[in-house]
């Protein structure tokens, strides 16, 4: 961009010309107004300078038209003057002339001046530029800005944030409280903390959380980052930053989209309020839980589950968006708030109901709708929730304790045989209590040596001979008698109990073993088959366990007679765990039987990885045998176990007929009371003892299991 000189006077021109192209300025010119007008009008120019007294247009016009077009920062103009104190030189600084030099000029000065107004310019455009591209970053940005002048007390809040609380940019001042005042009175006192601290230097930075209130009374959570200036006595003079909507964030769960825990809580907190101020408003909360879903997950993965989990939060809106029907502040948002808890937990806030007959209808929807299959993986899936109902009738104070409730009922529904539901009632508690009652007994027990084991023949249907037995733990509890594991197993491995409890079986089973071996041969050639927990098989620490106790006791003489069992879900959970320790175990010879087979969601397929001996088909099965549909299954099952080189056993047959189906169907060996119940261990060895002596066959044992 060129200088424009403007003189009248030929050498004056000139004179200047070459002083600036040595200088290293570009330069053109103009010998009257008028010519500098054109060339004005044409050209780009950085800067003008202007001699202020010419024939025809002075200087001044010259200035005063360009000024109506360029401002004094787009284009420096630099008079030129006889005479700098006349009136002249005072107007010319008027109209907008930016410096003047004298005549005649001293060129060195002349430069320094050119000099010093194009690095301004430069400067001021350069700054007007970041200016405008902060303005624009701040408009584009979701993100609120506010910068407050501590010395004057003055915030200045963008547009944007004023939007984000549905405010117009005029309806806000500027004072502080235009902010404070909208902070939500839980929040305010940490926020005006975090400032003071920040303040006062002791932070690096303002970080807060807090809510706003918006102009239709709703908060929303906002997140504003700041940082403050100190003056050179290390006062705070001016802080600034931005506000950042987290709402969403901060309230919906990213999953599934439904309110997050932190919101459900609030909405059940809010719910107790209003209880309290109006006697006959009553709320129920529902507890959600998809029954087996670990199962699922471990078996799909993580991505089909979380689709798994999309499909029931679309359910679960679907089905309840016609209930605010029920509600008695209808069609009210407030009257119902659906939320996942976390994992495969939902909970869902009715207010407004009647009583409890209305929360059991929507529980009872629910586990309706969500019975319908689901799609996963291109395969059909069933699925069932457990669900626990709390009813703001047991008179609650905290929303903590209202889903605790919900939550012991929920695995009381569960307890009961899943896909149900129940409603808490102060028995529960109650029960939760026995519960732990019984955790700290079980604790005993294993020290105390009240752990039993039974034993169920597994017999060669054909003619009854004993081929082995199964080892099934009891409970000799000194109060309650004899207690069945489906009453403590469970129990034992939510609470880790299971890792000694185990152990202490597996020890028994070994020692039994060792006994039987001083029977006779025949006896010697009869199978234990000892049940171990998934858990057993899932933890690192509990495997060598395992293997430490079998070293003990040293049964390699021969072949083990020892097998284990492991239900057919096992294999479904953290697989590589449980393979290495199949593996393990096969390679000492310890066969390994998958027990409760066609409950789990394991296909045949599945089992190809891993070495397994037998199959036990489960009791549901081989009870409804002599029907067609299920008489089918057996024999399909029976059919590809054996093309796997697979052994079958029939679990609990219960009458001759069975008996007679299963072996028609292609299996040999059964277990069940149609045989013999478990017996303890002294009618076990008599069985044996008999069968040492070839008495069979083992039908008409003694019923004392
Ligand atoms: P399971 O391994 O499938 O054992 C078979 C269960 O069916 C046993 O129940 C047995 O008494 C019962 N049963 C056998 N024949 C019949 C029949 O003809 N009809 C009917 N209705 N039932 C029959 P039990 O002893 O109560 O054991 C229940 C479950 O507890 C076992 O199922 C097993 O999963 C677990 N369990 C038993 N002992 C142990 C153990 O030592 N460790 C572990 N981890 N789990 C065990
Ligand atoms: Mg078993
Ligand atoms: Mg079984």
């Not at 107004?33 to 002075?58: F, V």
């Not at 003619?463 to 080892?471: I, L, M, R």
């Not at 197993?489 to 000694?500: K, N, R, S, V």
Request: proline residues 3%; charged residues 30%.
């Amino acid at each position: 961009m060129a200088i424009l000189i403007v003189d009248d006077h030929e050498d004056n021109r000139s004179l200047l010309e070459r002083r600036l192209a040595r200088a290293g300025y570009e330069t053109v010119s103009a010998a009257s107004g008028e010519q500098a007008l054109d060339i004005l009008r044409e050209r780009n120019i950085a800067l003008t300078l202007l001699d202020i007294q010419m024939p025809g247009m002075s200087g001044l016009d010259v200035l005063e038209w360009l000024r109506e077009r360029r401002n004094a920062v787009e284009l420096p103009v630099i008079m030129v003057t006889a005479d700098p104190s006349s009136p002249v030189m005072v107007s010319a600084f008027e109209k907008g002339a930016n410096d003047y030099v004298t005549k005649p000029l001293d060129l060195a000065v002349l430069v320094a001046r050119i000099r010093t107004q194009l690095a301004l310019r430069d400067a001021v455009s350069s700054l007007r530029k970041s200016e405008e591209r902060y303005a624009l970053a701040a408009r584009g940005s979701k993100d609120g800005l506010w910068d407050w002048d501590l010395t004057s007390d003055r915030l200045f809040l963008s547009e944007r944030w004023k939007a984000v609380i549905g405010y117009e940019d005029d309806e806000i001042g500027t004072s502080p409280e235009e902010w404070f005042r909208r902070v939500h009175p839980d929040d305010l006192e940490r926020l005006r903390g975090d400032l003071d601290a920040h303040l006062a230097a002791k932070t690096a930075h303002l970080e807060n959380e807090h809510r706003i209130r918006r102009k239709d009374g709703s908060y929303r959570w906002m997140l504003s980052r700041g940082l403050a200036v100190w003056d050179s006595g290390g006062k705070a003079v001016r802080i600034a930053g931005s506000q950042t909507d987290v709402t969403v964030g901060k309230i919906a769960d990213p999953l599934t989209g439904l309110a997050n825990r932190l919101l459900f809580i609030d909405r059940v907190d809010r719910a107790i309020s209003a209880g309290r101020k109006r006697r006959e408003s009553m709320f129920a909360v529902v507890c959600l839980d998809v029954d087996r879903f670990k199962n699922i997950n471990d078996s799909l993965g993580h991505a089909a589950g979380d689709l798994l989990l999309q499909e029931l939060a679309a359910r679960l809106r679907q089905t309840l968006r016609g209930e605010d029907v029920i509600m008695r502040h209808a069609g009210s948002e407030q009257g119902l708030v659906l939320s996942r808890l976390g994992g495969d937990e939902f909970a869902i806030l009715l207010e407004g109901v009647r009583g409890a007959a209305d929360a059991v209808r929507v529980a009872d929807r629910i586990t309706q709708t969500l019975r319908e299959p689901v799609m996963l993986d291109g395969k059909e899936m069933f699925i069932t929730v457990s669900a626990g109902i709390a009813l703001s009738s047991e008179g609650y104070d905290r929303p903590e304790d209202v889903l605790r409730d919900a939550d012991t009922a929920m695995y009381f529904a569960k307890e009961n045989g899943r896909s149900r539901f129940a409603i808490f009632d102060a028995g529960m508690r109650t029960r939760a209590v026995t519960r732990l009652q019984m955790e700290l007994d079980l604790r005993n027990a294993i020290t105390r040596n009240e752990i039993e084991l039974y034993y169920q023949p597994i017999v060669e249907i054909r003619d009854g001979e004993v081929s082995g037995f199964e080892a099934l733990v009891r409970w000799r509890h000194p109060e309650r008698g004899l207690i069945h594991p489906g009453e403590f197993i469970p129990l034992a491995e939510e609470t880790g109990l299971i890792f000694p409890l185990g152990l202490v079986i597996l020890e028994q089973a070994c020692r039994t073993i060792k006994h039987w071996e001083g029977i006779g041969p025949a006896a010697r050639a009869v199978t234990l088959h000892v049940n171990l927990s998934p858990k057993q098989l899932m933890t690192p620490a509990s495997v060598e366990d395992i293997f430490r106790t079998l070293d003990g006791f040293n049964l390699r003489g021969g072949q083990y007679r020892l097998k284990v069992e492991i239900t057919e879900s096992t294999l479904l959970e953290s697989s590589d765990l449980v393979e290495s320790a199949i593996r393990r175990l096969e390679e000492r010879g310890i066969g390994v039987s998958i027990d409760d087979f066609g409950t789990g969601y394991s296909s045949l397929g599945q089992l190809q990885r891993f070495q397994i001996e037998t199959l036990k088909i489960d009791r549901s099965f081989v009870n409804g045998v002599t029907q067609d549909d299920k008489a089918g299954i057996v024999k399909t099952i029976i059919g590809l176990a054996r093309h796997m080189g697979i052994a079958v056993i029939a679990e609990g047959v219960e009458t001759q007929e069975q008996a007679e189906q299963v072996l028609a169907l292609g299996c040999e060996r059964a277990q069940g009371y149609y045989f013999s119940v478990p017996v303890n261990a002294v009618d076990a060895e008599n069985l044996l003892r008999s069968k040492a002596a070839s008495q069979c066959p083992a039908f008409a044992l003694a019923t004392n299991g």
